[in-house]
């Protein structure tokens, strides 16, 4: 898939619609902002007050900032990713190009129940999963700490030498599995029928192979985001754009379904285990498509009746 025209077609998607688009890609950084300066702030007044150290919040030894932790991490998780959902239902209208449900109130999108509940279900899930993730990344890295400290001969600076090389390995990993989980809003707003804990486990198989785009796109604003100024602009361009590419993967995914039934190979198996063969030629039509898409965007546009 080309970065260039997901950027380009996209950006046409966009137009009319910029503003009230941005804003919805805003709410859930900044419900995540709030939060996060909401607990820096409650901890500043625990240390001006109660004469604490600083080095104190770190130990976890006090009732008190356990207590704020708690409280600001749920409320955290229950308004960020009802509102990343949100954005993702509202993206998908656009990318998908569903003008009769584009006037659904945002509002009545982010407080119904079922949404609420499948959000931050899928929130807890991936978080438990990258925690996990990180128990190599520990274990290794401590081991090979511990190794460092001491004199290093022959027998410990080999030992040294592999903790870090699989240290280094887990974290490659971790942050691969992070990558996929940037798939898990749009993925829940694709399949309403399913549960939040299958589709966190399908993001990762659906990303395989694919988290080069969303890595592309991430280095093509990210110099526009570290602006303060460009980042309300760039990440609604960046959102939109994977928001596309979603689109196109479930194509393609469908498209390799469709073709292994009518070839007589049975039930289709899981997106991660598609051969790469066919996910070239799939991925060269899907370049196609989203061309003749542009084309037809812009046939339609120029149309008078539009």
């Not at 999963?129 to 080999?158: D, H, K, N, Q, S």
């Not at 309403?192 to 592309?216: D, E, H, N, W, Y």
């Not at 196609?288 to 009746?305: I, N, S």
Request: glycine share 8%; aromatic share 10%.
């Amino acid at each position: 898939m080309k970065i260039r025209e997901l950027i380009r077609y996209s950006g046409r998607l966009l137009e009319g619609r910029r503003a009230r688009t941005m804003m919805i890609c805003l709410l859930p950084a900044a419900a995540e902002l709030f939060f996060r300066f909401a607990e820096a702030a409650v901890f500043s007044l625990l240390l001006y007050f109660g004469g604490s150290m600083p080095i104190e919040l770190f130990s976890g030894s006090s009732a008190v900032q356990l207590s704020v932790t708690g409280v600001c991490t749920l409320l955290r998780w229950l308004t960020a990713a009802p509102l990343m959902y949100g954005a993702a239902q509202r993206l998908y209208l656009i990318t998908a190009e569903l003008p009769h449900k584009r006037n659904l109130p945002f509002s009545r999108i982010v407080l119904n129940k079922r949404t609420l509940r499948r959000s931050v279900s899928a929130a807890l899930w991936t978080r438990v999963i990258g925690l996990l993730g990180l128990v190599p990344v520990v274990f290794f890295g401590a081991w090979a700490y511990e190794l460092l400290r001491g004199r290093l001969r022959g027998t410990e600076m080999f030992l040294a030498a592999n903790a870090l090389f699989f240290a280094a390995l887990s974290a490659v990993m971790w942050l691969s599995v992070k990558l996929s989980f940037a798939a898990v809003p749009f993925l829940l707003v694709r399949y309403p029928q399913q549960t939040a804990f299958r589709i966190v486990l399908r993001s990762i198989g659906f990303m395989r192979g694919r988290k080069r785009v969303l890595a592309g796109l991430i280095a093509v604003y990210l110099p526009q985001m570290l602006t303060i100024v460009g980042l309300p602009y760039a990440l609604m361009r960046l959102m939109t754009a994977f928001s596309l590419s979603i689109d196109i993967f479930i194509r393609e995914d469908e498209y390799l379904e469709t073709d292994r039934a009518d070839g007589g190979h049975g039930k289709a198996r899981d997106t991660g285990k598609i051969p790469r063969g066919k996910k070239r030629r799939v991925k060269a039509a899907a370049d196609k498509a989203q061309t003749a898409g542009g084309r037809h965007y812009a046939e339609r546009r120029d149309c008078p009746q539009h």
